[in-house]
């Protein structure tokens, strides 16, 4: 089955840099695009990020563009978001994402909290 573990959520001051990772199995890792997403608690999960299958395409959200990078290495089945500039708002819990046949499934969530 699908399984998703994301890592590297912790507590960063206002302007610094995190990288949160993902390692995927139970699927064709290299066939699927994949994508992150952030909730806060009585909000709904908000679309950050997204790269294609191959890594030749990445996609962002406005409130995101230019300060983070999604990557992937698909020979450890692994995606990363790499987050720098980072801002109060920026606070969520950070969900990675598959979508395999029109389901989706997600990670158990890593916390970030940038905070000074």
């Known amino acids: 089955q699908v399984q998703l573990v994301e890592s590297g959520g912790g507590l960063v001051q206002p302007g610094g840099s995190l990288r949160l990772s993902c390692a995927a199995s139970?699927?064709?890792?290299?066939?699927?695009?994949m994508e992150w997403y952030r909730q806060n608690p009585g909000k709904e999960r908000a679309f950050v990020a997204g790269i294609t299958s191959a890594g030749g395409r990445t996609y962002y959200a406005d409130s995101v563009k230019g300060r983070f990078t999604a990557s992937r290495d698909n020979a450890k089945n692994t995606v990363y978001l790499q987050m720098n500039s980072l801002k109060p708002e920026d606070t969520a819990l950070y969900y990675c994402?598959?979508?395999?046949?029109?389901?989706?499934?997600w990670g158990q969530g890593t916390q970030v909290t940038v905070s000074s």
């Open positions: 994402n598959v979508r395999i046949s029109s389901r989706n499934s």
């Open positions: 139970g699927f064709d890792f290299s066939m699927y695009a």
